[in-house]
């Protein structure tokens, strides 16, 4: 059971990964273009394969780079409040009976998870949440993202892993009864 749990979070650690990765280099694009900042790509820097991004002064890389960070933020973000979203009000123990007539009837009975699927999927974008935030953290400490984002970043997380608690409770209070 552990090794198929194991393999259920790795799977579902791909989704997450590539979502914070595509939210990070839209961010960057997105603030360069925006805000017009001068850059270079310059080609295999990290192990020979990677492309660096290098801008014109500090002050433009720090821009980019909090600009940056809050997409990646904003994509962990979203990711981890669909699947909260799903946990509280589609999860297949407790959801409304008439909520779940009216998706049969739309043939949505899909958007019904399981608990096993859905506590593997929060699981996983919550751990990605709280990391991207310790990644906030760190750059704010070493001077290369905004304060505020870091500080915004911790708020968001904590709300949803108190909201996803309280749907944990009322898994546990289910199977008591």
């Known amino acids: ?8 979070l790795i799977d579902e650690a791909i989704m997450p990964a590539a979502a914070l990765i595509i939210g ?3 961010g960057l694009l997105l603030a360069s273009l925006y805000f017009q900042l001068p850059f270079t790509v310059q080609a295999g820097h990290f192990l020979k394969i990677l492309p660096a991004v290098e801008f014109a002064n500090l002050k433009d890389y720090i821009l980019a780079e909090s600009y940056s960070n809050m ?3 904003i994509a962990a973000s979203l990711g981890t409040l669909l699947v909260i979203i799903q ?6 123990s407790h959801i409304h ?3 779940h007539a009216k998706l049969v009837a739309l043939n949505l009975e899909n958007l019904v998870a399981p608990s096993y699927h859905l506590y593997h999927q929060a699981a996983i974008w919550l751990i990605f949440l709280w990391l991207t935030v ?14 505020y984002l870091a500080f915004i970043a911790f708020i968001v997380a904590a709300n949803f892993s108190w909201v996803f608690a309280i749907d944990i409770e009322r898994e546990i209070e ?3 009864n």
Do not use: Q
């Open 1 to 8: 059971m552990i090794v198929k749990s194991l393999l259920k």
């Open 24 to 26: 990070k280099m839209l």
């Open 71 to 73: 997409g990646m933020f």
């Open 87 to 92: 946990a509280h009000y589609f999860h297949e």
């Open 97 to 99: 009976p008439t909520l």
């Open 134 to 147: 310790g990644f906030l953290i760190i750059s704010t400490v070493l001077g290369i993202t905004y304060p």
């Open 174 to 176: 289910l199977s008591r």
